[in-house]
């Protein structure tokens, strides 16, 4: 069955510094990958959405990366703020059914 | 835009009553609606796909009798649990997408769901 793995670990990281998320995923193909940000109790907001055939996709701060031959995708905050403290969720689907990984944490401190 | 209510927020009920929860897309219109459930620390696991009009497609291992979805206009879903237990107590979220653009979902604010 396929699986969805997401750092497994919270990451603490410096503001100013760049946070790498990593999404690995396995017995899947999708044509779509998708990130999202979740704050506490709330529920999941679209960042961004990469194609199959797209290498990489920017958002202001925001970088995705997009591997079809490693299975993984690669999230980037660059100068990272305090703000951006969150958890982070990478969705993979090949139509509107999106499978979710179970989310890194993301904590910025000043 | 694109913005999605759910309510109620939070709901406390009692073990065997039934609870409904409504979904709304504010500004716009949606031809899918999706449900999910969240517990603590997990991801979000998709419960059912419904669309406007039809009946609800829900995945493997969900009762369909037991979470019974209503999709009966282009903005609005309801999720009714139905005899509520305690293992019921969740986070109910919903989501809805505009097919003719692309996949990405909008997602409600979520509905604590607790069973005594």
């Known amino acids: 069955s396929q699986k969805i793995e997401q750092n497994s670990e919270a990451l603490n990281i410096q503001e100013g510094k760049t946070a790498t998320l990593t999404c690995n995923y396995t017995n899947y193909s999708p044509a779509y990958l998708q990130w999202y940000r979740q704050d506490p109790g709330r529920g999941p907001v679209f960042l961004l959405l990469i194609r199959e055939n797209e290498k990489e996709k920017r958002k202001e701060r925001l970088k995705v990366t997009f591997d079809t031959t490693l299975k993984q995708s690669l999230f980037h905050i660059t100068a990272s703020q305090p703000a951006d403290s969150a958890t982070y969720l990478c969705a993979l689907s090949n139509d509107y059914k999106l499978s979710f990984g179970a989310g890194t944490t993301v904590t910025v401190r000043a | 835009g694109a913005v999605v209510s759910q309510h109620p927020s939070w709901v406390i009920c009692k073990s065997g009553t039934s609870v409904k929860i409504e979904c709304r897309s504010l500004d716009f219109q949606a031809t899918t609606m999706f449900w999910y459930r969240q517990f603590p620390k997990q991801s979000l696991m998709l419960m059912a796909t419904s669309n406007e009009g039809s009946k609800a497609t829900y995945e493997q291992g969900v009762e369909k009798d037991k979470f019974l979805i209503n999709h009966a206009s282009l903005t609005l879903s309801t999720l009714t649990v139905t005899s509520a237990h305690p293992e019921d107590s969740s986070f109910y979220i919903c989501s809805a997408s505009i097919r003719q653009t ?12 607790t069973v005594t």
């Open chain 2, 102 to 113: 692309t996949y990405e979902q909008y997602f409600g604010p979520g509905t604590r769901l």
